[in-house]
């Protein structure tokens, strides 16, 4: 569940305690316009928030594991606004550690749930000042429940949902709507909405064999992928307070979106994904956009960026998470140097819309979450 973590292969000493920016001398030239952005990062032993300026090219980071708490082992990691939730689990009891990460105002709720051989959580979510949980019950069944919770006096409601589903995919919320996707007895995939005011479910959207992504766009609305075999979608967006359907645009697109939230976004006409690699390469992923209007798709090559980087500092690195931002144009990527045995190091990777990388910005700590702007 937890959000590109890479920390697989570092059960090994602290990292550095002071970071920086190295420019690469080969680097192609561009009008290089950084953007502003923050991000979520690790290292062996803590969990950071690091805030980049643009203009200064200046980053201030903080230790969220000495300053609040956050469990370097924590299970998921979700944003509401400037806000970002850490969930956790230790002696049979969910925690949760909120952060504003533009105030630094925080919130804790330890323990807020105990497990019990009832039910079986699946994931967790968060509205503003509610906490859901998809669960199994009874536990050891394939039954789908929704839990309500309100972690200030423990008060919840509890909705079941499916029978005996194949399988449950991670959650997203906006604007008073829980959105979850999920595979039913069938073999079809499902969307259930949720109305988080009214605690009842709005409306269950049933995809049969196609596989859906659920996004929110940059206006606001709801956004879904549907993959129908064959390199063959359709977008359908939706309006985030009726449901109405407001487009659907048929497109070709020779790439797998996985079910649940789309790792990506749209802005305008143009879908920004994470283009994952076909196997063996020894690059996982990278980014890549599509232009619905004319059809056309652009992966950035990142393998090449990858050796480039690579041999300038002489160390294996692989790609831990991805984000676009529209206002500069840019796409960050996180990065690790995988092969390091005594540091946990990484880095951002600021790579322009053309795909040349315009910046690269060292950290002593692995970056695996942007917080969205």
Known sequence: MRP??????CLILLAFNSCSKDSAPGIEQEEVILPDFRLIGEDASSVYQYSYDGSSQTGVEANLT???????LYLTLRQVGEVVSFYSFASNRFSL???????????????????SDERAITWGANSEDLIFLGYYSPKGSRDFGLRTLDPTDGSFTDLPIALNIQQAYAPLYHRQRLMFTYRDGSGAYKIGIFNTESRTLMVTLDFNSGIPNILIDDLGNIGIMIGLGNS????????????????ETPFTLEVFLPPGPLQGSVFGSTLFYTNFLAQPSEVPFG????????????????????RQVEDETGTEVEPTAIRYYEETETFLVGYAHADLREEVEGGV??????????????LPFVPTFFIRP
Request: hydrophobic share 45%.
């Open 4 to 9: 590109s973590h890479f920390l697989g292969f």
């Open 66 to 72: 000495q300053n609040l708490g956050v469990d370097p």
């Open 97 to 115: 550690i909120q952060l504003n990460s533009l105030t630094g105002q925080s919130a804790a709720f330890p323990d807020f749930y105990t497990v």
């Open 232 to 247: 063959q979608f359709v977008y359908q967006v939706l309006d985030i307070e009726t449901l109405d359907l407001l487009s």
């Open 287 to 306: 980014p890549a956009y599509f232009n619905f209007e004319t059809n056309t798709n652009f992966m950035i090559d990142i393998i090449e960026i990858i």
């Open 349 to 362: 990777l600021v790579i322009s819309k053309t795909g040349l990388l315009q910046e690269r910005i060292a």
